[in-house]
């Protein structure tokens, strides 16, 4: 008989166990689902995994094979600090995926986040820098990509494209991300590329500004170029946002041919009230995909998702940057986990915040159940 696609050991068969067999006392696979149930759970340091692992015992008996002791704290720091964050993404994907059933990607984000305790001065260690993609139409973290001491998110971000399936997807990067060979990179792999533009390329920025300047003077609202406006207010705040635009020019855009396969110039005008102090911002963008103004306009309004529904809730829900794990794969493993249970508590169609969430599945272990799998039940593996 084939597996169930939602068995839990189903999606770890390829993890390979860092460990030697001789030392093991308990499974990787038993390992692993307790600390992504603990973390789910409301469990935000290894210390407090444990406890979850000691107290929720017997229910976490129905579907894994546990011995008469619980992994100490310092089993789950040692094991996370050898496990291949790769390879464990992958595995804690499969598992989401299953769990939420097929999705369509249709717009991916990108953008980086630091963990702000994970450094240490005293030993010359900087915060570790990871770079993320989230699905933002599903609230699903889709890889990582730790970024080095030597390093930075330009080099990062061809590493983690590398690891999604990008066919038919938009994805959305920010500044740090414009620049040719990460658009080619995404047009290869068959997806299509929003990259908001600044000073760090030369005169891309100038040449958009002078363009857009010149179809708005010179040519004829929907038919030479495209604007899309958005009024919001709530909470104090009043902002309006502007979008335009326009083909690629035949002329005046530098270099044009050296960014694959670009379509669309264009820039976004917002203004924002709040407090009676009103801010300006003027933001440039570049896209390879033919499309209305007012579908990058929901684009790059979205691509702030990855920020308010992923970023915020690692901050303020799960306490990530107050954790002090400094070990570099041990942090990415962690926040892996933070993610992909950040994921799975989105997508369970409760009405109540992701901490009540938590605080529901730390309470009820048939809350907890439907979190993991959906509305199906847990199956012994």
């Known amino acids: 008989m084939s597996p169930n696609p939602l068995s839990v050991r189903h999606h770890f068969t390829s993890l390979e166990d860092p460990r030697r067999q001789h030392c093991q006392r308990h499974r990787l696979l038993d390992i692993v689902v307790i600390a992504l149930c603990a973390v789910i759970a409301g469990s935000n340091t290894w210390q407090q995994v444990e406890a979850f692992g000691r107290k929720r015992r017997d229910w976490l008996a129905g579907f894994l094979d546990l011995p008469d002791e619980t992994p100490s704290h310092d089993t789950f720091e040692r094991l996370f600090d050898r496990l291949d964050p790769v390879a464990l993404q992958r595995c804690l994907l499969g598992w989401v995926e299953s769990a939420s059933g097929e999705l369509k990607i249709d717009h991916i984000a990108i953008d980086g986040k630091t963990l702000r305790h994970s450094g240490s001065p005293a030993r010359g260690l900087g915060a570790l820098h990871l770079v993320s993609a989230w699905a933002t139409e599903h609230g699903l973290s889709l890889g990582q990509v730790a970024v080095d001491g030597k390093s930075n998110e330009i080099t990062a971000i061809p590493q983690l494209l590398e690891l999604l399936e990008l066919k038919g997807a938009l994805v959305t990067i920010d500044a740090m991300g414009c620049q040719k060979e990460i658009a080619k990179a995404i047009v290869e792999g068959g997806g299509d590329y929003v990259l908001t533009v600044k000073g760090n390329q030369e005169h891309l920025r100038d040449d958009i500004e002078a363009a857009v300047i010149g179809v708005i003077e010179k040519?004829?609202?929907?038919?030479?170029?495209?604007?899309?406006?958005?009024?919001?207010?709530?909470?104090?705040?009043?902002?309006?946002?502007?979008?335009?635009?326009?083909p690629v020019p035949e002329e005046g855009i530098r270099n044009k041919e050296l960014w694959e396969e670009l379509a669309v110039i264009g820039v976004c005008y917002r203004e924002r009230t709040e407090k009676g102090r009103t801010s300006e911002e003027t933001v440039y963008f570049i896209g390879s995909r033919v499309m209305p103004a007012k579908r990058y306009g929901t684009v790059l309004r979205s691509h702030w998702g990855i920020e308010n529904g992923c970023h915020w809730h690692l901050d303020v829900t799960f306490r990530e940057d107050a954790n002090r794990v400094q070990q570099r794969m041990e942090a990415a493993n962690l926040s892996m986990l933070r993610k992909m249970a950040l994921s799975m508590l989105k997508r369970n169609p409760s009405k109540q915040s992701i901490e009540?969430?938590?605080f529901m599945a730390a309470?009820?272990?048939?809350?907890?159940?439907?979190i993991l799998v959906g509305s199906q039940n847990l199956e012994k593996p």
């Open 363 to 370: 309470l009820d272990p048939d809350f907890l159940a439907e």
């Open 356 to 358: 009540v969430k938590r």
């Open 219 to 246: 040519g004829v609202e929907g038919k030479d170029y495209e604007t899309y406006e958005t009024e919001e207010k709530g909470h104090g705040r009043h902002e309006k946002r502007h979008y335009t635009a326009l």
